[in-house]
């Protein structure tokens, strides 16, 4: 992006939507992939993503650029509002509305290849929502350890030790299925 993004943000905090509308484009596809993939529900997710972009336009001045990059500071918003909404709803998550497109030779290898696809999703929501967090954001999200570390507010060994914790869980979970 050739536009400082706390120049963007200021600006957006200021009633400038163009300035917003960037921010949106550069960071909603990748918070709505986290989101989605956290809570395997579209209504719930939409509502999230759009509450943390909400919280963008009213709160950008409390974005600090010093402390975090901007993609980390909406992780964090976005991962809150999940685990607000876990603890709200006591862990009870829907069926996942809609399935991935998926790729498929034939029937059965597309049958194969759909049931693959509910298992690994299945198996991410019986994963505490820290560790799912975790995993989501260093995996799928492409997010340092680090970064992943300070959204979730923990050290980066206590970050390690979530993601070993989870691995071990999905295997468990997983290797019983197949």
């Not at 939507?17 to 579209?42: D, F, G, I, K, W």
């Amino acid at each position: 992006m050739g536009v400082d993004e706390a120049d963007l943000i200021r600006e957006s905090v200021n009633g400038d939507e163009s300035a917003y509308e960037l921010l949106l484009e550069q960071h909603l596809p990748s918070l709505t992939n986290y989101v989605m993939r956290m809570m395997a529900n579209t209504a719930e997710a939409d509502d999230i993503i759009q509450e943390t972009f909400i919280r963008l336009w009213t709160h950008g001045q409390t974005f600090n650029p010093r402390y975090a990059k901007l993609t980390t500071w909406l992780h964090n918003i976005a991962h809150n509002l999940c685990i607000d909404h876990f603890r709200k709803h006591n862990r009870m998550i829907g069926e996942p509305t809609e399935q991935p497109d998926v790729e498929a030779r034939g029937p059965e290898q597309g049958y194969i290849q759909q049931r693959q696809v509910r298992s690994i999703q299945e198996a991410m929501m019986a994963l505490p929502e820290k560790q799912r967090s975790a995993i989501i954001m260093c995996h799928y999200q492409g997010l340092s350890n680090k970064d992943a570390a300070a959204v979730i507010e923990i050290s980066v060994e206590a970050l390690e030790s979530l993601m070993a914790r989870g691995r071990k869980k999905l295997k468990d979970i997983l290797e019983n299925e197949y």
